[in-house]
């Protein structure tokens, strides 16, 4: 079971990602080197530097006005009178919303979100099912809006989590919720939901907000968490990308085959590209899925394709024509598969097609393999195991040799030159202080360990001018099947698992202002928004905040209210400061910014030029180490 | 001085006291210490800091008071078995307006930036009774104070006795959570609480310090703001007006440091749809309506620690968010004041 199954509902609406971007410049890390200016809207093409297009951001994420559009069981749509379709999905009405985090400012692609409360209530808000969202990273980033130019804005991605410690309210006048939660035995919902239309003009009351369209259904606890047991459509890479084009037109999707109904579920989600940012989809022409036959004949020696069904790009419900349909839908699409075509599918590739040059499917082997989770932050001298799952015709595939590799070609470090202030630390050195097996098999559930074990890199990323420059080392490690002869196909760029390794930090005892000073002016220096609380920089003004600062650093990093809101503090120096807190004992002052003779709130753009903002997800593509060295 | 309709007092006195009535009484109470809250942030976060830090220190400073007087009403009504109700439309007082239980014709509040005139009327929402005054207004006719008000209610708890009071202590939130909070279990420790509101807010009749915490009361700190100087001990003092005066460090008033924000933002037309200000808006009446909803698990049973963080957490959060509404972040051609709506769905642009 997950989100696709016959049991699912989908919903709509809008959703805030609040960041900050004075972090989006690693160079801003450096404290020596800081300027208030830094902490500034970004003016006209970002000249001079600044703090790009949202300095002043809480790192919050909301959901704004999400409707419940359609809901399913086995028996087909369920009916206008179940309650749930007059339901919101929002988040928490009795604590703060969730945060959005990036893993490292050298690897700002794969944002997670934090403290997390989501709820399906009644239009008066009242919740008839709470649940938490078990922290997700997206994924599948790629160029959705074709019709626009460049930066984040024509971004599309995805999340796939789960909800838990689920608390139902009075379901009794919905059905369907009845019947969720009698299939949501392990206290488990599934969930997935896609990003697009991310609007960055700070004069629009849509700043910082986008789509949001998604799926709820159940889970156990015995799936993968972030990832489907499914068929695996791959893209191969198109050319000119900002984030990703897919050649065939059509973006990764995933599909479950439910053999004892006759059905296959397609999540075209995040497949389907749109004109204009959040709008409706591109006609890609009548999609037609079918399933590739190989066996050549004299007539046909390229094989053949027997069509399972079409999706309708056009007409009454088109994908395309009905402007409805993305979010009554989410891009679900169930297609019936006759019982002859069922066993032909069961070990032959699927392929998409559509109109001239669409077209994607799955590897001519079927198979598939993606850590379950893919973020990862860890303190020296740490051990973890992580789950990769080897997947074939959305089976899992037992006994599958999988290599481990590190591969630090995604990552992002920063080149000196425009707009950034100076160059970035190099990223995933020391390879010394990261181990792990270089393969594995994987077991009966398809799961093969990567058991990864650290140990101190060191101070890696240093800036000349000293302090702690950014904290400890990014890496990637990709899996991929060892036999890759015989496994071969597309290969997705963003599927690697990202590992933010943290320094050691041994402060002297007590801990003094001398040892904490930089780790909180840094802080203060890249989060303006702290500075309507106290200004973390200065001993005197932590010192009076003493309680709260305790409160928040002490918090569980999965509680909303935790700080920091970037969750990039390691174990070690948040120890340090609460340590401080309890007995702030004085040191040396901390160097401050270079104050900027603007008024604070004059920093923003130029009247009369329309903000043209890239955005730091583009921004961040387009350093990426491939890039810089092809 | 704020003045209350005389049948605030039904139930309080005489044979017509009653568990019930008293708790009825009580509940008035957390609506009334509730009301200045949004007055006093509304004014605070109307402050540049950088220009008005001492103002802005002393209202934060009663802001944090009167909530802890929601805290000792509440616990004292929990004491006698009541429940006190937070998350309900009705609990947010329409601003403008007269306070819950005010007299309309005496003092209609308003939603404000911070101002000498706004200031006044802090001043006298938290003036002291004048004892003269006092013995001319307990005719049936006339109204009553917010001292007079607490007092009948502490008054007709020794009338209801220690019989009246929940064993083992029920719903309290006491000083393990909030500093100078009172856990009530008899009488003696909910006329304490009763008494902290009393002093808090007024002062005694002897000296304007509070009785806990040896802070000034309210009206002694606002008025530092409008003699522009501290309150001191005067050494030479022989009486209690002249113990005190006004002659200490400057807290000065800098005009230029006041964010031009609306004045009752919710009045009609409001924010219109579809704007900055509006989505603003939302996004705080929508937490807001949380920590109601929040506040009112914590004073209804789960009167625990994380429920307690998350209250902190909200109103954090909506410190942050009206401070970037009033001085125009992220837009600084768009200024916008929270208006305090009940709102507990968010329905975003």
């Not at chain 1, 910014?593 to 009369?608: F, L, Q, R």
């Not at chain 2, 304007?208 to 915490?213: L, M, V």
């Given at each position: 079971m997950s989100y696709l199954n016959a049991l699912r509902l989908h919903f709509a609406g809008q959703f805030q990602a609040n960041v900050s971007t004075v972090n989006n410049d690693p160079a801003h890390y450096d404290n020596a080197q800081f300027k208030a200016s830094y902490q500034t809207l970004q003016g006209a093409n970002m000249r001079p530097p600044n703090g790009w297009f949202n300095p002043q951001g809480d790192g919050t994420f909301k959901l704004l006005g999400c409707q419940v559009m359609s809901a399913w069981t086995a028996q087909g749509m369920v009916s206008a009178s179940d309650a749930v379709l007059g339901c919101i999905v929002a988040d928490a009405d009795e604590r703060v919303c969730g945060k959005m985090a990036d893993l490292d400012p050298e690897q700002q692609l794969v944002s997670e979100i934090w403290g997390l409360q989501m709820r399906i209530a009644n239009a008066q808000g009242d919740t008839l099912l709470q649940g938490e969202f078990e922290p997700a990273a997206f994924i599948d980033i790629w160029d959705r809006a074709t019709g626009s130019s460049g930066g984040d804005t024509i971004a599309g991605a995805t999340y796939q989590s789960v909800l838990q410690n689920l608390v139902w309210g009075d379901i009794s006048a919905s059905p369907f919720l009845i019947a969720l939660q009698a299939a949501a035995t392990d206290g488990l919902l599934s969930i997935k939901f896609n990003v697009d239309g991310m609007n960055l003009d700070f004069t629009s009351p849509d700043f910082m907000c986008g789509r949001v369209v998604g799926t709820i259904g159940p889970a156990t606890a015995s799936e993968p968490v972030h990832l489907l047991i499914g068929r695996q459509f791959m893209a191969a890479p198109g050319p000119n990308p900002n984030f990703f084009v897919p050649l065939g037109g059509l973006n990764f999707f995933p599909a479950v085959v439910d053999t004892a109904g006759g059905l296959i579920y397609l999540d075209l989600g995040n497949a389907i590209s749109t004109n204009v940012p959040g709008g409706v989809m591109n006609n890609l022409g009548d999609l037609t899925l079918n399933v590739y036959d190989p066996i050549m004949t004299p007539g046909n020696p390229a094989g053949s394709l027997d069509p399972i069904g079409t999706i309708p790009a056009t007409g009454p419900g088109g994908y395309s024509s009905d402007p409805t349909w993305y979010g009554r839908t989410a891009g679900v699409v169930v297609l019936p598969v006759s019982a002859q075509l069922l066993s032909l599918i069961a070990a032959r590739p699927l392929i998409m097609t559509g109109g001239p040059n669409i077209e994607i499917s799955e590897w001519s082997s079927g198979v598939f393999v993606r850590a379950d989770t893919f973020v990862y932050r860890l303190s020296p001298d740490q051990s973890t195991t992580i789950p990769v799952y080897a997947m074939q015709w959305g089976q899992p595939l037992q006994g599958a040799a999988i290599s481990f590799v590190l591969d630090p070609s995604q990552l992002q470090p920063t080149p000196n030159s425009w707009p950034y202030v100076g160059t970035g630390p190099a990223v995933a050195a020391p390879t010394t202080a990261i181990s792990f097996n270089a393969s594995g098999v994987t077991d009966s559930k398809g799961v093969a360990a990567l058991s990864l074990s650290t140990t101190d890199p060191g101070w890696p990323r240093l800036f000349a001018s000293g302090d702690y420059g950014i904290d400890g080392q990014v890496y990637g490690i990709r899996a991929s099947f060892t036999n890759g002869v015989e496994y071969t196909g597309p290969v997705n760029q963003w599927n690697f698992i990202s590992v933010l390794l943290w320094s050691g930090f041994a402060p002297p005892n007590p801990v003094t202002w001398t040892e904490v000073g930089p780790i909180l002016q840094q802080y203060a220096n890249l989060y303006p928004v702290m500075s309507r609380f106290l200004d973390l920089g200065d001993y005197d003004s932590v010192v009076a905040h003493a309680g709260i600062l305790t409160l928040a650093f002490s918090?569980?990093?999965?509680?909303?209210?935790?700080?920091?809101?970037?969750?990039?503090?390691?174990p070690a120096k948040r120890a340090a400061i609460l340590s401080f807190l309890a007995n702030p004992v004085p040191g040396k002052a901390q160097a401050k910014?270079?104050?900027?003779?603007?008024?604070?709130?004059?920093?923003?753009?130029?009247?009369?030029r329309s903000p043209l903002p890239q955005g730091g997800k583009a921004a961040a593509a387009a350093r990426r180490l491939i890039l810089q060295h092809p | 001085m704020i003045r209350l309709q005389r049948s605030m007092l039904k139930g309080l006195t005489g044979s017509d006291v009653t568990v019930q009535s008293v708790c009825s009484a009580l509940q008035s109470a957390v609506e009334l210490e509730h009301a200045t809250i949004p007055l006093y942030l509304y004014a605070l976060y109307s402050l540049d800091e950088a220009k008005n830090a001492a103002i802005a220190g002393i209202i934060e400073s009663v802001v944090v008071e009167e909530m802890l007087h929601m805290t000792l009403a509440s616990n004292v009504m929990n004491a006698l078995g009541g429940s006190p109700v937070i998350d309900q439309p009705g609990f947010i007082p329409t601003y403008p307006g007269p306070l819950p239980g005010g007299v309309e014709s005496e003092l209609k509040v308003n939603l404000a930036p911070f101002s000498m005139d706004q200031l006044a009327a802090f001043l006298q929402i938290e003036e002291p009774e004048n004892p003269l005054v006092f013995n001319l207004m307990v005719t049936a006719e006339t109204p009553i104070t917010i001292g007079q008000f607490y007092t009948a209610i502490s008054d007709s708890i020794a009338v209801l006795g220690n019989g009246a009071f929940v064993n083992p202590p029920r719903n309290q939130v006491g000083p393990d959570l909030m500093r100078e909070s009172v856990v009530v279990t008899d009488v003696a420790t909910a006329q304490q609480a009763i008494q902290i509101i009393i002093d808090q807010g007024e002062g005694t009749s002897t000296s304007?310090?509070?009785?806990?915490?040896g802070r000034y009361a309210h009206y002694y700190r606002y008025m530092q703001i409008q003699k522009h100087q501290r309150l001191v001990p005067n050494p030479n003092g022989h009486s209690p007006e002249t113990d005190y005066t006004y002659s200490g460090a400057a807290v000065p008033f800098d005009p230029t440091g006041v964010y031009a924000v609306p004045t009752n933002p919710a009045l009609p037309p409001g924010y219109s749809s579809g704007t900055q200000q509006a989505f603003a808006n939302n996004n705080f009446n929508y937490s807001y309506t949380n920590l109601l909803q929040a506040l009112h698990l914590m004073f209804n049973g789960q009167n625990t620690r994380a429920e307690f963080n998350r209250a902190i957490g909200l109103m954090m959060s909506l410190k942050g968010q009206a401070k970037a509404m009033m001085s125009g972040i992220p837009n600084a051609a768009v200024l916008a004041g929270p208006s305090f709506e009940y709102q507990p769905v968010n329905p975003g642009v």
């Open positions: 918090l569980d990093v999965h509680d909303p209210n935790s700080m920091p809101v970037t969750r990039d503090l390691s910014p270079e104050p900027t003779h603007a008024p604070a709130a004059a920093g923003h753009a130029v009247v009369g | 304007p310090k509070e009785q806990t915490g």
